[in-house]
């Protein structure tokens, strides 16, 4: 079975400065990762995802999250935010056939 | 693409009644879900059909869940007899051969129980 941590639940931020998002999985099989936003009323939207290869994935948006075997995580990043950017983010593992879902982390950009 | 199509998208219905949410999948997709998501809970996998057979449905809280995909582009979720414990948003999604593709997601269908 496997299994998603997202270390932050809520993640202020400032425009224009830059944003971490931490994730955490535990898997005893070959994993796929995936990185989703939800805009307020939304349903969710792929921003990124890694299924092998480099592991530096780069996404919609700006958006970059790097796959650490080692250390079992697949942090997200913004080098710089817009207030668009005010979302809830899930990170999600699939493996053995099912697709688990963080708890998800509350981004909230203020001006 | 039309996306995910999910109907309706917002019902308020009294304690025991029967509610049915409808989903069409993106054309050429093969794997459906249906998950809820909660405040408490958070996303939840209810059911995953692949080629319109249900294959993991271990999510399904209850027997007054059931879900159905007569054909490929069209899926149900009904509650007999609701409960409002039930309220919650109910999304349908879709991908190209289960979890390695992107999996789409619907509007959702956002479900109050009175």
């Known amino acids: 079975a496997q299994s998603v941590t997202q270390l932050d639940s809520q993640v202020p931020v400032f425009e224009e400065a830059p944003v971490e998002l931490r994730c955490n999985y535990s898997?005893?099989?070959?994993?796929?990762l995936f990185w989703y936003v939800q805009y307020p009323n939304q349903g969710l939207q792929l921003l990124l995802k890694?299924?092998?290869?480099?592991?530096l994935v780069k996404g919609i948006n700006g958006f970059e999250a790097e796959f650490n075997k080692s250390q079992t995580s697949f942090h997200l990043r913004k080098p710089s935010v817009h207030i668009s950017d005010t979302a809830e983010y899930f990170c999600?593992?699939?493996?053995?056939?099912?697709?688990?879902f963080g708890a998800g982390t509350t981004v909230t950009v203020r001006a | 693409d039309a996306g995910v199509i999910q109907s309706p998208r917002h019902e308020v219905t009294e304690m025991g009644q029967e509610v049915t949410l409808r989903c069409k999948p993106i054309?050429?997709?093969?794997?459906l879900f249906w998950y809820r998501q909660t405040m408490m809970r958070g996303l939840e996998l209810l059911i995953y059909?692949?080629?319109?057979?249900?294959?993991?449905d271990s999510g399904m809280p209850e027997d007054r869940f059931s879900a159905k995909m007569p054909n490929a582009s069209f899926s149900t979720l009904k509650i007999q007899p609701s409960e409002p414990r039930d309220s919650a948003v109910y999304f349908c999604?879709?991908?190209?051969?289960?979890?390695?593709?992107?999996?789409?997601f619907g509007e959702g269908s956002w479900l109050t129980v009175v």
């Open positions: 999604a879709s991908s190209f051969q289960g979890y390695g593709n992107t999996i789409y």
């Open positions: 898997s005893s099989v070959s994993v796929y």
């Open positions: 890694y299924l092998s290869g480099s592991t």
């Open positions: 999600a593992v699939s493996g053995g056939g099912k697709l688990s």
């Open positions: 054309s050429g997709h093969n794997s």
């Open positions: 059909f692949n080629n319109n057979v249900p294959i993991d």
